[in-house]
């Protein structure tokens, strides 16, 4: 069964800290990997996207990484800010199928 | 904005009542979706439109019936609705059906709907 996990559940930081997000999947045959944020009341917004070539993906002070091997995904916030406050989704699809994680809620305080 | 508009924002609606939520995408995409999210699980999909066909339907409640007049506009159509059925509702579109082509997809603001 195509299943994508996250983990963890909920996660709350200071503002300037660093975070990892993580994501399992076992969806197969895997064709890409993408990290939505979405704020609350809001509808998702793509990150970034990973095909099965690329390991490491940045989008200013998001870094998602891949590793197709372990089918393992992380994504790693840098200098958090308040504004990073959000549920982060790990989507993973196949071919002609998309799996959503239930998301991490993060919670960025002063 | 995304390029997918979705009203309501918010709906409250008793359990005997009709209503109908609404999306818009101004993006030319060929593929319209209606998904559901509730507290702590993955989104659910729901309809799939392409070109104005339905082509997926995950074995929704019939008192759920989802219309797309033209590839630009999407309905969802409430009526006699359960408490459970309170989520946050998503209409995504798409390139084409499927994983959504190079973009992926792009999500409305969704619609929070509460069943009292």
């Known amino acids: 069964k195509n299943q994508v996990e996250q983990s963890p559940q909920s996660l709350i930081i200071l503002e300037g800290k660093n975070c990892t997000l993580q994501?399992?999947?076992?969806?197969?045959?895997?064709?890409?990997l993408r990290w939505y944020k979405q704020d609350t009341g809001r509808g998702p917004v793509s990150l970034t996207i990973?095909?099965?070539?690329?390991n490491t993906k940045s989008n200013g002070r998001y870094t998602a990484t891949l590793d197709a091997d372990t089918k393992q995904s992380s994504l790693h916030i840098t200098a958090s800010q308040l504004s990073d406050s959000a549920s982060y989704i790990c989507?993973?699809?196949?071919?002609?199928?998309?799996?959503f994680g239930a998301g991490t809620r993060l919670t960025v305080k002063p | 904005e995304t390029g997918v508009t979705q009203t309501p924002r918010h709906l409250v609606m008793g359990m005997t009542n009709k209503k109908s939520l609404k999306c818009e995408q101004h993006?030319?995409?060929?593929?319209m979706y209606w998904y559901k999210q509730s507290a702590k699980k993955p989104l659910e999909l729901m309809f799939v439109?392409?070109?104005?066909?339905?082509?997926e339907n995950n074995s929704v409640p019939s008192r759920f019936s989802p219309e797309c007049p033209n590839s630009s506009h999407l309905f969802l159509h409430l009526h006699t609705l359960q408490p459970e059925d309170s989520a946050l509702y998503l209409c995504?579109?798409?390139?084409?059906?499927?994983?959504?082509?190079?973009?992926?997809?792009?999500f409305g603001s969704g619609t929070r709907l509460t069943v009292v």
């Open positions: 990973m095909t099965f070539s690329e």
């Open positions: 439109y392409s070109l104005e066909e339905r082509v």
């Open positions: 995504a579109s798409s390139q084409r059906p499927g994983t959504g082509g190079s973009y992926g997809y792009t």
């Open positions: 993006l030319g995409h060929n593929a």
């Open positions: 994501c399992n999947y076992t969806v197969s045959p895997f064709s890409n």
């Open positions: 989507v993973v699809s196949a071919y002609n199928d998309m799996r």
